[in-house]
């Protein structure tokens, strides 16, 4: 896998920078959209919530792309972070292939 320096886009900035503002969609209105609470798009917009697979198809549904999108960018964030912290990747380091642990 390939580590960069640079923290991939998140779905947060995604979600607010190519698909709301162009759009000129508020969280109140997205939020209405996809029924639910306008907290919950307010978390998604600043990355303080993760897209789950249940949020990822409400946001397809909305505007009308994949539900794989979203959770691929969710999926890139998480990955970056696990392996930018030094006590993750410490954790994930101490795992071993099979042939190794028997």
Partial sequence: MLITKKRPVGPGEMLRTEFMEP???TQTSLARAMGIPRK???ELCRDRRAVTAD???MLSRVFGNSA?????T???VDIW?????PARRERIRRAKPLKQAA
């Fill in 23 to 25: 759009l000129g969609l």
């Fill in 55 to 57: 949020t990822a198809l």
């Fill in 74 to 76: 969710q999926r890139r």
């Fill in 40 to 42: 919950h798009v307010n």
């Fill in 81 to 85: 972070e696990a392996l930018n912290s």
């Fill in 68 to 72: 794989d999108f979203w959770l691929n």
